[in-house]
């Protein structure tokens, strides 16, 4: 026979089971996670920016997926070829929106639309549908889509666009998605209060099409300061955070109560450096006076200014290890990534001597702008940089703020050198929007700050783009890479490992795109 003692505790294992059992079908109560980055808009179609995807994602849906390593999937449809330049999407019946009607080819049509007629954006969605010349209704849950030429990328495009209720966004604002009267969409949560700065309060959707979601309720907290963040987690007062402080890892790691999920980003993060104008913002003699011409033309400078970054110092040292130096627009993990493209090695001699040989030999000053709250350690990184221009002669000043002040003035072109990060689903995804020439009627060049033009790597993206053959279009991509890579159009600093620390009693697939999303964390 059993101890009193052990028949206790079995009985109390057996009670705890029963709990969490009943915790799952029943829902857990709440789930609290900490973000870094504030949520601008609950406008869906307004910005491309990642912070407010995060949050969207919980209310609304789109019509394909990314998993976990970042490979396109059936979501709210699925679809198939019907020739090279048609695509047929086929939604899943009965996905009811949060107010209880039901998701039609109507809802899609308008949201696909939406996006072209959104005024004001300052980096919206237009470069997602831009390629569908043509939308055809067949019945109330078949679409079909054309393109002007064939186009592989529309499965991926299209997981960037998340589905509104065309009842409930007809006429409707930013300002009504962000008050939640427009917010109705079919994700696994409803918008219940977005109070800007501060917090989103979600609300579970009991009807689903993914299924019942974990939590009855989720709070996602703003907090983009790093120790506020991680001082949070350890006081009980938030459950999870995403973008672990590299400070603060080691500690969070050997606590007994904590568990960690890590992983390779699809995000690189590097300089736009200001190619189209003759004398850009920030860039002068050391003396202050303006330079004759800009030395960001120049390919010597800017080969120069890449070879003066010691990026496996930086991976190692600023980054303590959450980062792998990069040399390609995207990380290796993402389609279209060029192996054979290594990163610059670090030879500021060499630097030194491309100067001098383009004219520069005594240096010249710039500012660097950074986001000091979106990324890791971004300020941190930008200072590093600085000191090693510094080196070869170029004085920098590094000049940071907050994301919301950042992305504003990047976006009116207010600086000649910028530190960004990009994440992508392919290259030449991310070369489209990052270094293709400016060209809105196509979608290309939306977010090329640094002006850089060249029509042999416009006609890559577009050949690459233009094939729906997986293998032909990677080794398009590949070579479309290399060389934006050969020509600096932009200078690559390193790829980011992003950790997620949460409570031990919940889980996460850490994820390669680095979302944070409430329904996929697991009470264990």
């Not at 019946?93 to 107010?99: E, L, M, Q, S």
């Not at 609300?203 to 993914?210: K, M």
């Not at 000191?387 to 919301?404: D, N």
Request: net charge positive; aromatic share 8%.
């Amino acid at each position: 026979m059993l101890a009193a003692a052990e028949s206790a505790t079995i009985l109390k294992r057996l009670a705890a089971a029963l709990v969490a059992l009943l915790a799952l079908d029943a829902g857990a109560a709440e789930l609290r996670i900490a973000l870094s980055a504030d949520v601008t808009t609950f406008d869906p179609h307004f910005v491309a920016a990642q912070p407010n995807l995060t949050a969207q994602h919980h209310v609304f849906d789109s019509l394909s997926h990314v998993d976990e390593r970042g490979r396109s999937v059936p979501a709210l449809a699925t679809w198939r070829t019907v020739d090279p330049v048609t695509w047929e999407f086929t939604l899943r019946k009965g996905v009811k929106f949060h107010d209880g009607s039901e998701l039609t080819t109507e809802d899609v049509l308008f949201s696909l639309e939406r996006p072209l007629n959104i005024t004001g954006s300052p980096g919206g969605f237009a470069t997602y549908v831009r390629p569908i010349v043509a939308k055809e209704v067949i019945d109330r849950y078949t679409i079909r889509l054309k393109t002007a030429a064939p186009y592989g990328a529309v499965p991926q495009d299209l997981s960037e666009v998340l589905i509104v209720s065309k009842k409930a966004a007809h006429g409707a604002s930013s300002a009504d998605f962000d008050s939640g009267k427009a917010a109705i969409g079919t994700g696994p949560y409803k918008l219940v209060r977005f109070a800007r700065g501060n917090r989103i309060e979600l609300a579970r959707h009991d009807q689903y099409w993914g299924g019942r979601p974990a939590w009855d309720k989720v709070t996602l907290h703003i907090l983009p300061s790093d120790p506020v963040r991680t001082a949070a987690l350890l006081s009980g007062q938030i459950d999870a955070i995403e973008h672990v402080p590299t400070a603060d890892l080691a500690k969070l790691r050997r606590n007994p109560d904590l568990r960690l999920a890590q992983t390779v980003s699809w995000r690189t993060i590097f300089l736009h450096v200001d190619q189209y104008r003759d004398r850009p913002p920030g860039v002068s003699s050391k003396d202050g006076r303006p330079l004759e011409r800009n030395p960001f033309k120049d390919l010597r400078v800017r080969r120069a200014m890449s070879k003066a970054i010691n990026r496996q110092a930086i991976a190692e040292r600023v980054m303590e290890g959450l980062a792998l130096p990069a040399a390609n627009v995207v990380s290796p993990s993402v389609f279209g990534h060029d192996p054979a493209v290594k990163p610059e090695p670090y030879d500021p001699q060499g630097a030194k001597k491309l100067l001098a040989e383009a004219g520069f030999p005594d240096g010249f000053a710039v500012t660097l702008a950074t986001p000091n709250n979106r990324y890791i350690n971004d300020e941190q990184v930008a200072q590093a940089v600085a000191q090693m221009f510094a080196r070869i002669g170029v004085a920098t000043k590094v000049e940071a703020m907050p994301l919301s002040v950042y992305f504003g003035k990047a976006r009116n072109r207010e600086f000649g050198l910028a530190l960004l990060g990009w994440g992508s689903l392919a290259a030449d995804l991310a070369l489209r929007s990052l270094s293709a020439t400016a060209n809105p009627e196509k979608g290309y060049g939306a977010w090329n700050w640094s002006g850089y033009a060249n029509p042999g790597l416009d006609e890559l993206v577009a050949r690459s783009l233009g094939t729906v053959d997986p293998g032909r279009r990677e080794a398009l991509a590949r070579k479309a890479a290399a060389l934006a890579a050969a020509e600096v159009a932009f200078i690559p600093l390193h790829y980011q490992v992003v950790t997620w620390a949460m409570k031990r009693n919940i889980a996460y697939a850490a994820r390669t795109d680095e979302f944070t999303f409430a329904h996929y964390f697991k009470p264990q």
